[in-house]
């Protein structure tokens, strides 16, 4: 029998590498959904789930950074955390593309998918409670280089390839030997990047990688993240609730609600030309001065969002949306090209003339 590494066992598992309007696919998700079970409270009662996504399907591409925006509960962080098979969906495939070759995330088993964990990584939100406070910074950068065998334990060649890292994510090598409580929140984060990046990932979620840090220290990460992104390649996946932020550092621009997307487009296009009710009122919310606000109507949602375990029938956004009719209550959205690679789940989108 031929002897195969565990990479090779986990390469070519399915179609060759896509190529979409001249970009490489990295990830491809296709129907993706993640259903949790509810605990049940009666003898016979019916199994009922939470539908954190429901039906997600997207390409992402290599060397962009794609932004993942929604209001808190939407099913944001379970995606990105899905991708990554920290969560095993509950149906439809993930495929990452490695060397020409798909991946079937789902069908590796747990020593495949350490193979591959070492290419997609995250960064967490709380760079408070993502540290351990008892490793010091040398520590918490080499942990995940010496359980990928890329260096052995006291190996000096580590500490200055830790040094680089560090240096390379705004951190003096002074701070080696020190622990994360001798750091402010913006340092702390900062570390929790360079242990992210030590591995030279592929693709990075970033889960709400600012939302935690003061004002002024957010767009020092952005920054360092896209000079990161620019110099090593990386694939960002950036989720977050802010909509500035996103139209900062994104490419593209993903919403969500309640587990579903509903507008895909490229970051500028989303603010120019936009189509679903939903984005329309997060934008409405976007603070401006009075001469920027070119007459934009500030839009309160009324109502809370549904349940992901009992959603509403018809377009789930229905129950919130002031242009509601008829069809948006029984039937479900189809997703509409409205041109200029921009996507829409709406049956009557907004200003479709003009797009």
Same mark, same amino acid.
């Given at each position: 029998?031929?002897?195969?590494?565990?990479?090779?066992?986990?390469?070519?598992?399915?179609?060759?590498?896509?190529?979409? %309007?001249?970009?490489?696919?990295?990830?491809?998700?296709?129907?993706?959904?993640?259903?949790?079970?509810?605990?049940?409270?009666?003898?016979?009662?019916?199994?009922?789930?939470?539908?954190?996504?429901?039906?997600?399907?997207?390409?992402?591409?290599?060397?962009?950074?794609?932004?993942?925006?929604?209001?808190?509960?939407?099913?944001?962080?379970?995606?990105?955390?899905?991708?990554?098979?920290?969560?095993?969906?509950?149906?439809?495939?993930?495929?990452?593309?490695?060397?020409?070759?798909?991946?079937?995330?789902?069908?590796?088993?747990?020593?495949?998918?350490?193979?591959?964990?070492?290419?997609?990584?995250?960064?967490?939100?709380?760079?408070?409670?993502?540290?351990?406070?008892?490793?010091?910074?040398?520590?918490?950068?080499?942990?995940?280089?010496?359980?990928?065998?890329?260096?052995?334990?006291?190996?000096?060649?580590?500490?200055?390839? /830790?040094?680089?890292?560090?240096?390379?994510?705004?951190?003096?090598?002074?701070?080696?030997?020190?622990?994360?409580?001798?750091?402010? @929140?913006?340092?702390?984060?900062?570390?929790?990047?360079?242990?992210?990046?030590?591995?030279?990932?592929?693709?990075?979620?970033?889960?709400?990688?600012?939302?935690?840090?003061?004002?002024?220290?957010?767009?020092?990460?952005?920054?360092?993240?896209? %000079?990161?992104?620019?110099?090593?390649?990386?694939?960002?996946?950036?989720?977050?609730? %802010?909509?500035?932020?996103?139209?900062?550092?994104? %490419?593209?621009?993903?919403?969500?609600?309640? @587990?579903?997307?509903?507008?895909?487009?490229?970051?500028?296009?989303?603010?120019?030309?936009?189509?679903? *009710?939903?984005?329309?009122?997060?934008?409405?919310? /976007?603070?401006?001065?009075?001469?920027?606000?070119?007459?934009?109507?500030?839009?309160?949602?009324?109502?809370?969002?549904?349940?992901?375990?009992?959603?509403?029938?018809?377009?789930?956004?229905?129950?919130?949306?002031?242009?509601?009719?008829?069809?948006?209550?029984?039937?479900?959205?189809?997703?509409?090209?409205?041109?200029?690679?921009?996507?829409?789940?709406?049956?009557? *989108?907004?200003?479709?003339?003009?797009?």
């Amino acid at each position: 029998m031929e002897n195969k590494t565990k990479e090779q066992n986990a390469l070519g598992q399915d179609t060759a590498q896509p190529v979409v %309007d001249g970009k490489k696919v990295l990830l491809r998700l296709k129907d993706v959904k993640q259903y949790f079970p509810v605990k049940k409270t009666k003898l016979r009662e019916k199994q009922r789930y939470v539908r954190a996504n429901d039906g997600i399907s997207l390409d992402i591409f290599e060397g962009e950074t794609l932004g993942l925006v929604g209001e808190s509960g939407c099913g944001k962080s379970t995606l990105g955390r899905t991708i990554l098979q920290l969560y095993p969906q509950s149906h439809g495939d993930i495929l990452y593309y490695k060397d020409g070759k798909g991946i079937d995330l789902k069908n590796l088993s747990y020593e495949e998918m350490r193979v591959i964990r070492k290419d997609l990584q995250l960064i967490f939100q709380d760079p408070y409670s993502s540290l351990n406070p008892r490793m010091t910074v040398g520590q918490i950068i080499g942990e995940g280089l010496t359980s990928h065998g890329v260096f052995r334990r006291g190996d000096p060649a580590m500490k200055e390839y /830790i040094f680089k890292v560090m240096e390379d994510c705004g951190l003096a090598s002074y701070m080696f030997n020190r622990y994360p409580h001798q750091f402010s @929140g913006g340092q702390r984060q900062r570390i929790g990047i360079a242990r992210s990046l030590a591995l030279n990932p592929k693709f990075v979620v970033c889960d709400e990688a600012v939302s935690a840090l003061d004002v002024s220290i957010q767009s020092q990460i952005l920054n360092l993240l896209s %000079d990161l992104r620019e110099k090593a390649g990386l694939t960002y996946l950036f989720i977050t609730h %802010d909509l500035s932020v996103v139209k900062y550092i994104s %490419d593209r621009i993903c919403v969500m609600y309640l @587990g579903n997307m509903v507008e895909l487009s490229e970051s500028e296009d989303l603010f120019t030309h936009t189509y679903h *009710p939903y984005t329309e009122a997060l934008l409405s919310a /976007i603070p401006t001065t009075e001469e920027d606000n070119g007459g934009r109507e500030r839009i309160l949602l009324e109502g809370d969002i549904p349940s992901p375990v009992n959603p509403p029938n018809g377009c789930k956004f229905h129950t919130r949306c002031r242009y509601c009719q008829e069809k948006c209550r029984n039937e479900v959205p189809e997703w509409r090209d409205m041109g200029n690679h921009h996507y829409v789940a709406c049956h009557f *989108p907004l200003n479709a003339k003009e797009g």
